[in-house]
């Protein structure tokens, strides 16, 4: 069976997406689109030659008769309605981040899919699909480094065009919340936000970097750097301490040469660049198990998991204290999920 996706929002990531399920992978085809800006939704269907009808809205393309699976790409602000009318027409969706743009509103995505008894959203939390985070995450299960103790890891970009206010926290550090939890089977009980020395580099009145300190259930303590004008690339790293052993995220393979009397690799600039292949078996991935009628990635539970840790993050940081994490319990619906962790 070939799954025919209609995919709402045809802007950066809307269009990445196009082109890798229309050029790339396996299993799908794109038979609607749409976007508020109908003249670019119609230029991405002209460019990539795709057999796709353009809709005037979001509601027309999941109500289609033609679509088999939504992916919600457009603002962020328009997800949480499109998710949900993908629920209430029982249409399988891929929502990028963020679930919801408040973790209410992710709550309502919950509870409307719990309400309909089957699971139907996956979030586009895609460093799971991550080959290093996946190589690592083997290393923490099959305990080769003992049980996990302590976490250090540091989201780097070189710039931040567009960010404001607590964008660092509810923007960039979202893929942290989701992966770390995902890599250590487990769940947090309260964040800490400290701030550094601010750069100069910043855009005026946006604190730079961040330093995030989470306390899982298990009393993992992790320390995240969130530094998005650091200049010199896009570098995620991120270092488990065990109890016998350490273990690193690798880096991205590069070329080590020897050359002008100096020994270097390349640092890679682009997020894209970075996740790119994690963004293929994300997708396909998800394509694979839409057709099998399954639902194994990140859920809209782990969606609401991280809206309810970056308001706790941006609490920390008004008020300098520690900020307890509590959610209520997770619905059993979501055991079945392959992605959840033990709560
Ligand atoms: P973008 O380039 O601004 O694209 C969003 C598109 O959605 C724009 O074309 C926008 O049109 C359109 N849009 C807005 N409201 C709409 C509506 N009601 N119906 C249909 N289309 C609508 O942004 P982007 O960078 O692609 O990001 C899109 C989403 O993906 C964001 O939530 C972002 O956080 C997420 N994202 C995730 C990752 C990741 O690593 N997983 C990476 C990038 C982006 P106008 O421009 O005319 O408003």
């Known amino acids: 069976m070939i799954l025919k996706i209609g995919v709402i929002g045809t802007g950066a990531i809307g269009q990445d997406h196009i082109r890798r399920i229309t050029n790339t992978l396996s299993g799908a085809e794109i038979v609607a689109v749409t976007d508020v800006n109908a003249a670019q939704a119609h230029a991405v269907v002209e460019r990539e030659n795709l057999n796709a009808k353009v809709y005037e809205n979001g509601h027309d393309v999941i109500q289609s008769a033609e679509v088999d699976a939504v992916i919600v790409t457009s603002w962020g602000p328009t997800h949480e309605e499109f998710v949900l009318a993908s629920i209430a027409a029982g249409k399988p969706v891929f929502?990028?981040?963020?679930?919801?743009?408040?973790a209410e509103g992710c709550k309502r995505i919950v509870d409307a899919e719990v309400a309909y008894g089957k699971q139907l959203v996956q979030v586009g939390f895609m460093r799971r699909y991550d080959k290093g985070y996946r190589a690592l995450k083997k290393v923490v299960d099959n305990s080769k480094i003992g049980e996990p103790l302590m976490v250090h890891c540091a989201h780097r970009a070189p710039a931040a065009p567009g960010f404001s206010g607590d964008m660092a926290l509810t923007d960039s550090f979202p893929h942290e919340i989701d992966v770390l939890r995902w890599l250590l089977n487990d769940d947090y009980v309260s964040a800490?936000?400290?701030?550094?020395r601010n750069t100069r580099l910043a855009d005026k009145g946006l604190q730079d970097p961040h330093i995030v300190l989470l306390e899982?259930?298990?009393?993992?303590?992790?320390?995240?750097?969130?530094?998005?004008?650091?200049?010199?690339?896009?570098?995620?790293?991120?270092?488990?301490?065990?109890?016998?052993?350490?273990a690193n995220l690798p880096e991205p393979s590069s070329v080590l040469m020897r050359s002008e009397a100096k020994l270097s690799t390349e640092i890679l600039v682009d997020w894209k660049d970075r996740f790119i292949e994690s963004y293929d078996i994300e997708l396909q991935e998800w394509i694979n198990s839409t057709v099998k009628g399954e639902m194994d990635g990140p859920s809209a539970w782990d969606g609401y998991v991280v809206a309810v840790t970056a308001d706790a993050c941006v609490k920390a940081k008004e008020t300098g204290e520690v900020v307890p994490i509590t959610m209520p319990e997770r619905p059993e619906f979501y055991d079945k999920s392959k992605s959840l962790v033990n709560s």
């Open 216 to 246: 899982t259930k298990q009393g993992i303590r992790i320390d995240t750097e969130i530094f998005v004008n650091c200049q010199y690339g896009y570098d995620i790293q991120c270092q488990v301490v065990g109890e016998t052993g350490t």
């Open 192 to 196: 800490q936000v400290i701030l550094p």
């Open 95 to 102: 929502c990028e981040k963020p679930l919801a743009t408040t």
